[in-house]
């Protein structure tokens, strides 16, 4: 369970609202007009099988994804207002990536550095303060030193979070944290973001870890060919799906060696 | 009595040297030594060629070559990321510029910036600009690909990270992408150099004085005041040795040690 009141951060959380979101690639239409809300310090995880559409729903909050059609609301920002002044916003945003997307350049205390130095102006010793704190944060403060082809998939996630939250950020977004990991390292990724929601920090999760949606989410949305097909508290979509979709969605997921007579 | 596979491998091996050894034996046999030997290899006379050969000749390579790679990285950068715009008049600027200076032989754009750029404008230019300006623009358009090449290598993911931390286009682009297409660019980039170094010596068509005499005019110059046939010329040959190898060298040492530090 989470907590939106105890937090620990002194930063504001700020929530989003989405309204009638459409993307199309050519004439493929990925979104076809979703509606979303997150409550600050809410925690909301995004499920559905590939190709679903809810990566790029994720990836059009912080506009890595321009949006055809439809508005979306980040705090105080309109994302998707032509005006709006992305640099700052995303400054409030952060992302967390499938594949990690470390800069291999730069070592980890760097990766968690540069951002706050280029973008808010940190100098760099209030920087690698806020760096290591958040290093810490995730159990890695003793890696500083390290590059980030020496760390493991687990611990490379882990730093990347520690990053995204060296912006001190309103809202985290995460497109399938642990997708590419193995399995061994995913619950060290898993706990760092428990704790995350517990000390109400926003949170848009894309997520095949049922366990951590049910155990974290406030709630838990549904998507299948571009539209939201089932949302509600966790315990009911993931426990007691009332959609024939979702059911056969979670029947495969929780139970993936059971056989069954494809119908169509 | 049959042979296994490991012992044709090997008698195929010593065919293969001895047919080496054959060929440079009889190449050595084939040369007239006597009139080579003091056409070519007649070292006995070189020795007014220093210490200029390093004080001028050396030096003045040396220079004309960092002043071009100046230029022709800097133009190299600004061309490549005018080709990978997403502003269409950018990219074909760049794709007119880059096509029109690999296809025209260098010794051309020499002539033209040397003679015909002073003549059009009623200027004189000191050597050093024509140099930087005709090789740097030239080695531009080769150094341009290179560098668009290393920057799309450089995974998508690099910059939406980048763009994700707030940062704005252009800082993602110095800070997180450019640094480490340099590193994929690095072997390439040693041999833009390795041919900038070379092509140095196209300037002897300048009229040049003689202190700004590069390796080979200054071979060249020997050739006609020494009386050791080509000798000069074949000294001054090797001193592009001493440039360009320690070259190769260097940039082998900072791609192992880049090597460590990159996924």
């Known amino acids: 369970m989470n907590n939106s009141t105890g937090s620990t951060s002194t930063v504001q959380a700020a929530g989003v609202n989405i309204k009638d979101l459409r993307k199309s690639y050519g004439s493929n239409e990925v979104l076809k007009g979703i509606s979303l809300t997150v409550e600050p310090g809410q925690v909301v995880c995004l499920i559905g099988p590939s190709g679903s559409g809810k990566s790029t729903l994720l990836r059009c909050v912080n506009l890595l994804e321009q949006p055809n059609g439809g508005t979306i609301n980040v705090g105080e920002f309109e994302a998707t207002d032509p005006d709006v002044d992305l640099n700052r916003m995303r400054r409030n945003v952060g992302m967390v990536f499938q594949h ?25 010793s209030e920087a690698a303060g806020v760096a290591r704190h958040n290093l810490e944060r995730v159990g890695l403060g003793h890696l500083a030193d390290r590059f980030p082809d020496q760390l493991s998939g687990g611990q490379q996630q882990r730093v990347a979070i520690a990053r995204a939250l060296s912006m001190d950020p309103q809202l985290m977004l995460f497109d399938e944290p642990t997708s590419a990991l193995d399995p061994e390292t995913v619950g060290d990724v898993l706990a ?20 951590f949606a049910r155990e974290v989410a406030d709630r838990v949305v549904f998507m299948d060919a571009g539209v939201v097909v089932e949302e509600g508290p966790a315990e009911n979509v993931i426990s007691a799906p009332t959609q024939p979709r979702t059911k056969e969605f979670l029947r495969r997921v929780l139970d993936p060696t059971h056989i069954d007579v494809v119908e169509d | 009595m049959a042979m296994t596979a490991r012992q044709r491998a090997k008698v195929s091996l010593y065919v293969q040297a001895g047919i080496f050894v054959v060929a440079v034996v009889a190449v050595i046999l084939a040369v007239d030594w006597k009139t080579i030997g003091t056409s070519v290899f007649n070292f006995s006379k070189i020795g007014p060629m220093f210490p200029d050969i390093f004080l001028v000749g050396l030096k003045n390579t040396l220079i004309y070559t960092a002043l071009a790679f100046v230029v022709g990285l800097s133009g190299g950068l600004l061309l490549a990321l005018m080709k990978l715009s997403s502003f269409p008049l950018y990219r074909w600027l760049a794709t007119g510029y880059i096509e029109f200076f690999r296809g025209v032989p260098a010794l051309l754009v020499f002539i033209a910036f040397g003679y015909g750029v002073p003549l059009a404008f009623g200027v004189q230019w000191d050597v050093n600009i024509v140099v930087m300006v005709s090789l740097g623009m030239v080695a531009s358009a080769y150094i341009a690909e ?56 196209l300037i002897y068509v300048l009229g040049l004085t003689a202190s700004q005499y590069e390796l080979t005019k200054f071979g060249r110059d020997g050739i006609s005041s020494l009386g050791a046939g080509l000798t000069p010329l074949l000294v001054a040959g090797a001193f ?17 040690r880049s090597a460590r530090t990159k996924r």
């Open chain 2, 240 to 256: 592009y040795l001493v440039i360009t190898i320690p070259l190769s060298l260097l940039a082998r040492k900072f791609e192992s």
């Open chain 1, 192 to 211: 760092v973001m428990r704790k995350l929601a517990q000390e109400g920090m926003t949170m848009l999760v894309v997520t095949h870890e049922m366990g």
């Open chain 1, 100 to 124: 990690f997307n470390l800069f291999p350049h730069l070592s980890v205390l760097d990766n968690c550095t540069i951002s706050q130095m280029k973008v808010l102006k940190r100098s760099k």
């Open chain 2, 146 to 201: 290179t560098l668009r090449a290393g920057l799309q290598a450089v995974p998508k993911g690099q910059m939406e990270a980048a763009r994700s931390l707030g940062m704005p286009q252009w800082r993602a682009m110095i800070s997180i992408v450019i640094p480490q297409a340099f590193k994929i660019v690095l072997p390439p980039l040693t041999n833009e150099i390795i041919l900038l170094t070379k092509d140095s010596s």
